[in-house]
């Protein structure tokens, strides 16, 4: 699904070169909740923009479903991001805008009929158990009901990837573990491969099935989950 083959990424920062990604191997499979771990400044946000390539990499190659995406023209990459979905962790919803209206957006964007924007937003709230607050503006629900009007939003291009990005890192424990289900849940439904960056030992262990551990923009291991760390 996902391979990142000796990937780096060098900024160059008052002068002086950071090595983001340092030579980063890593395969995604098919249909796996895959998460990626690692302390503050280890590269995580840097890889997670590699994999839909919001930035290019200094060195090395993206494949994405069988296919090097590195020389894709800015036109082909827009048709590949739209298979792949994004949550945040600050949810990034349109306060100004209806429940309904915040999902139906990149459908929008991606220029389907005002019909079918809306037969897929409300199949996609379904899917998160939003039905009823469809027509409710963001603020008016729980954090946890906004991330799952985000990943809703994420759902709604069909994507065959979905990038979560700290995605429970605003919530609560309790929250963040309903959200984790839901994940999983959507996962075991559509089939849907995930991608979690984390800095959470919590969210790796309620939710992934593959851990790679990420510090100094390297793998410094990855594998099962249960082989990767040791349980209690
Ligand atoms: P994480 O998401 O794990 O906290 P990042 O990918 O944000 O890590 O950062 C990895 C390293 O790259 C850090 O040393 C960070 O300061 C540096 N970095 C990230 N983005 C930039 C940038 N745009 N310019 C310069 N340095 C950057
Ligand atoms: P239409 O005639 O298809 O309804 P509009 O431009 O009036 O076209 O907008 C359609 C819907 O999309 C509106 O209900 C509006 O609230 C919503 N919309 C427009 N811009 C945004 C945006 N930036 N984010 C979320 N929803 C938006």
Known sequence: MIRLENLTKTYLSSGREVHALAGVNMTVREGEVFGIIGRSGAGKSTLIRMLNLLEHPTSGKVWLQGRD?????????????????????????????????????????????????LERAREVLSLVGLSDQAAK?????????????????????????????????????????????????????????????????????????????IDAGRIAESGDVMDVFLHP
Do not use: W, Y
């Not at 949550?87 to 964007?109: A, E, G």
């Open 69 to 117: 995406i590195t020389p894709l023209s800015e036109a082909e990459l827009r048709q590949v991001r739209r298979g792949i979905g994004m949550v945040f962790q600050h949810f990034n919803l349109l306060r100004s805008r209806t429940v309904l209206d915040n999902v139906r957006f990149p459908l929008k964007l991606a220029g389907l009929p005002k019909n079918e924007q």
């Open 137 to 213: 503006h963001p603020g008016q629900l729980s954090g946890g009901q906004q991330q799952r009007v985000g990943i809703a939003r994420a759902l709604a291009n069909h994507p065959h990837l979905l990038l979560c990005d700290e995605a429970t890192s605003a919530l609560d424990p309790e929250t963040t573990q309903s959200v984790l289900r839901l994940l999983r849940d959507i996962n075991a439904k559509l089939g849907l491969t995930i991608v979690m960056i984390t800095h959470g030992m919590d969210v790796i262990r309620a939710a992934c099935d593959r851990v790679a551990v």
